[in-house]
């Protein structure tokens, strides 16, 4: 079986030991993803829609650089800080998968890596070439 990684470039990658997304056959498998700007800060702190959209748009080049894309995705997993938040999160999800809805969960935590961030998401799918 064929194995690909690719590696968005955040620094931790390498300090904890994992790439932003690997796939293994037809199999994609998207690591945890926050809202993390160019610079490496939080993106938009406070703004559960922002946040979740740009946890969406790495998702989407990380699909793309192992050539598959959004209407890949057959599961998405939510972490969220504030589950009274769950529409904002949803619509951000609902814009990028509204014509190819996957399986999706959305769960509470208590707290992700910085207090700032207030979302993390992680996406399987598959490819048919």
């Known amino acids: 079986m064929q194995i690909t990684r690719t590696f968005s ?3 931790w ?3 904890v030991g994992y790439c932003r997304a690997i796939k293994a056959g037809n199999h994609i498998y998207v690591s945890g993803t926050t809202a ?3 610079d490496g800060s939080v993106f938009a702190p ?3 829609y922002a946040q979740a959209k740009r946890c969406f748009e790495i998702v989407k ?3 793309q650089n192992l050539n598959a894309d959004i209407h890949n995705v057959t599961r998405t997993r939510m972490y969220v800080t504030d589950i009274s938040l ?3 999160f949803g619509k951000a999800h609902q814009e990028f998968f ?3 809805p996957p399986a999706s969960t959305m769960l509470e935590v208590n707290s992700l890596i910085d207090s700032a961030m207030l979302i993390e998401v992680e996406v399987d799918a598959v490819c048919l070439d």
């Open 9 to 11: 470039g955040a620094s």
């Open 13 to 15: 990658e390498s300090t």
């Open 36 to 38: 993390v700007a160019e």
């Open 46 to 48: 406070g703004n559960a």
């Open 61 to 63: 080049q990380a699909l």
């Open 86 to 88: 769950w529409a904002e």
């Open 98 to 100: 509204a014509e190819n």
